[in-house]
């Protein structure tokens, strides 16, 4: 199994595939097997980089991280991993808070992207259903619920029963004190001044079922420069899995640049 030292935590990674780079980013609680639908597609055309977050799937774990700067922890793993993989630029494609992961790779590596896809992202959290749900997980997590936990996460981001199992196995390997700063990471992190900036062609991707996150489309699509987005109808969050066919083919054709029609709408 492959294993790269980063910042002295070894981190698990695959790759399969010839061409351009594209590196996928899971969500909390997930790891790299969460991408198995779109690496079987995107690995006729690509390089496709999966990996595990520290703290997560197959990673070590941290060492007294404080949670303010957390997030550029995870960010510079990145940065340090496509160093060692000999990867100077690439596509990125990220998932729920991993889109977090990627918006502070973008403003301190912002040279390292070509173009990024965000699903379900948020820039910060500001409103109340948000910080309810951080909160409730930080507390189950504190009262060691990890396994009511991993089968929260795995309900909610797999299609099928075997899905659910395995997402069910590899959440249960998410270490609890990485959750825990992760969580607490989330409440103290606002990137909202700092979108302007990110003047890369971004897609934005969230699930027509989504409702709570319409506000966070908003601000992300009104912010970015060079942003567009795209509604999956009767979906939820988990568009990578539980939309993967339609998923797939957005992302593809705005990677490739054909025939991406989806428009800076705002609602």
Known sequence: MPHLNIQNVPLYYEEEGRGFPVVFLHGMGLSHANWRGQIQHFSKKFRVITYDMRGHGRSGISHRQAPETYLEVLSRDLQLMLEHLGIQKAHFVAYSTGTLVLLHFLRDFSHMCERAVLTGAFPCLSDAYM??????????????????????????????????????????????????????????????????????????????????????????????PQAEVCLIPKTSHACPTKACQVFNMLVEDFLTGEGMQCGKTVE
């Open 131 to 224: 910080y309810t749900k951080v909160g409730a997980s930080y507390l189950l997590t504190l009262l060691h619920a990890s396994r009511y936990e991993a089968r929260k996460v795995a309900q909610a981001n797999g299609a099928t029963s075997r899905q659910v199992d395995l997402f069910m196995n590899e959440a249960l390997k998410a270490r609890r004190s990485e959750m825990l700063v992760l969580l607490r990471a989330l409440v103290t992190c606002n990137l909202t001044s700092f979108l302007p900036k990110v003047n890369i062609p971004t897609l934005l991707i969230y699930g027509g079922n989504e409702w709570y996150m319409r506000k966070y489309r908003h601000m992300m699509l009104t912010s970015l």
